[in-house]
């Protein structure tokens, strides 16, 4: 035990002087939270909006005054005919127009959006956050509530993501290429040949990244709860340890592209292909599963964070307990053993 933890303190001592891999490892976090919480956001703001009517009777005042209070819409101009604002929008002096019937105050409906639909994502936001604005109204007939995310903020849907790319890129990716290091230089025929077995020097090459993606992960909780103001809801011994389960998933996952690669830039490359890509276009982190094509939907159950960031969603956002994601749970199990027991097996004790 004593050689294992000396082991496990010789790579720890390996990581903290590369000021380089320190700067990744925690910088990368904050930077991309920062990024997703503030600058990179689908939050609707300030959209220009051009109202279309021929008469500004009382209920249409109202109606306007409300969608120009809101933090939403600015209220750019008003004109008489439908055509003026398709103008207007045409030469990208307003984003989308709220045209008023002749007979919207008599009726209290004949309501339509003229939208710009060069971004159809975007225009969609735009229409569902007028209507939601205009149900509110004290003169509509229907009422939305919004659950979980009534401010319709996206950090509620980015950190959860963000939590599932970035443990498994530093994890997976920094643990192939520690070991792969080794290789390159030579030096893990000695590890090989010391008194401690094959596989404790891979656990204890394992072990230090495990303790920093366990603060990396408090350090992502923290600064989503009291900087984005993204809400834990369910319980936090539950968001750590399902963490902690797909932590150990990553590591396996790093173990077993250290045993193909040979070189640090082919493992970076391994780690690319396999994690990077997968992770952000197939995992559910900025496209919904269920809105792909069903043969990517297929290839998407084999992704791990998939599974990890539909789990966190539910445990974070909607506060569930543990049983309503004992499926996801259960997937990123079987996981980590599958990958586990072929990195293990893979791993020779003597190198090639």
């Known amino acids: 035990m004593k050689q294992f933890l000396s082991f496990v303190i010789k790579e720890s001592k390996?990581?903290?002087?590369?000021?380089?891999?320190?700067?990744?490892?925690?910088?990368?976090?904050?930077m991309l939270m920062l990024l997703f919480g503030f600058a990179i956001t689908t939050d609707v703001r300030n959209v220009r909006t051009v109202v279309v009517t021929s008469q500004m009777d009382h209920l249409t005042?109202?109606?306007?005054?409300?969608?120009?209070?809101s933090e939403y819409f600015t209220i750019t101009?008003?004109?008489?005919?439908p055509k003026?604002?398709?103008r207007l929008i045409r030469n990208q002096k307003a984003d989308m127009a709220v045209v008023f019937g002749q007979d919207f105050a008599s009726k209290k409906s004949g309501l339509q959006f003229i939208v710009d639909g060069s971004d159809p994502n975007m225009a969609q936001q735009w229409t569902n956050y007028a209507q939601q604005v205009m149900a509110n109204s004290q003169y509509s007939l229907v009422n939305t509530k919004m659950l979980y995310n009534p401010q319709m903020r996206s950090a509620y849907n980015f950190v959860p993501a963000i939590m599932g790319m970035l443990l498994m890129l530093i994890c997976a990716m920094m643990t192939s290429i520690s070991i792969v290091r080794e290789k390159e230089k030579g030096t893990m025929e000695v590890l090989l040949v010391s008194p401690v077995r094959p596989l404790m020097v891979v656990v204890a090459k394992a072990v230090p990244y495990l303790i920093l993606a366990i603060g990396i992960l408090i350090t992502i909780l923290l600064m989503a709860r009291f900087v984005l103001g993204v809400p834990l809801a369910g319980s936090l011994f539950w968001i750590i340890a399902v963490s902690i389960l797909y932590i150990l998933l990553a590591l396996s996952l790093g173990l077993l592209i250290s045993n193909i690669a040979q070189t640090q830039l082919v493992a970076?490359?391994?780690?690319?292909?396999?994690?990077?890509?997968?992770?952000v276009m197939l995992s559910g982190m900025l496209f919904p599963v269920e809105s792909m094509p069903?043969?990517?939907?297929?290839?998407?159950?084999?992704?791990?964070?998939?599974?990890?960031?539909q789990a966190m969603r539910k445990l974070m956002i909607m506060g569930v307990g543990i049983g309503e994601v004992a499926l996801e749970v259960a997937v990123l199990a079987?996981?980590?053993?599958?990958?586990?027991?072929?990195?293990?097996?893979?791993f020779n004790t003597r190198l090639e």
């Open 14 to 30: 390996h990581i903290l002087r590369d000021r380089r891999t320190m700067l990744i490892l925690f910088g990368m976090p904050v």
């Open 61 to 69: 005042q109202q109606t306007v005054e409300r969608l120009a209070q």
């Open 77 to 81: 101009k008003a004109v008489a005919t």
């Open 84 to 86: 003026e604002a398709e």
């Open 268 to 279: 970076l490359l391994l780690s690319a292909m396999v994690l990077l890509m997968p992770v």
């Open 294 to 309: 069903r043969i990517l939907q297929w290839i998407s159950a084999v992704v791990p964070p998939r599974y990890y960031i």
């Open 334 to 346: 079987v996981m980590t053993v599958l990958f586990l027991t072929i990195a293990l097996k893979k």
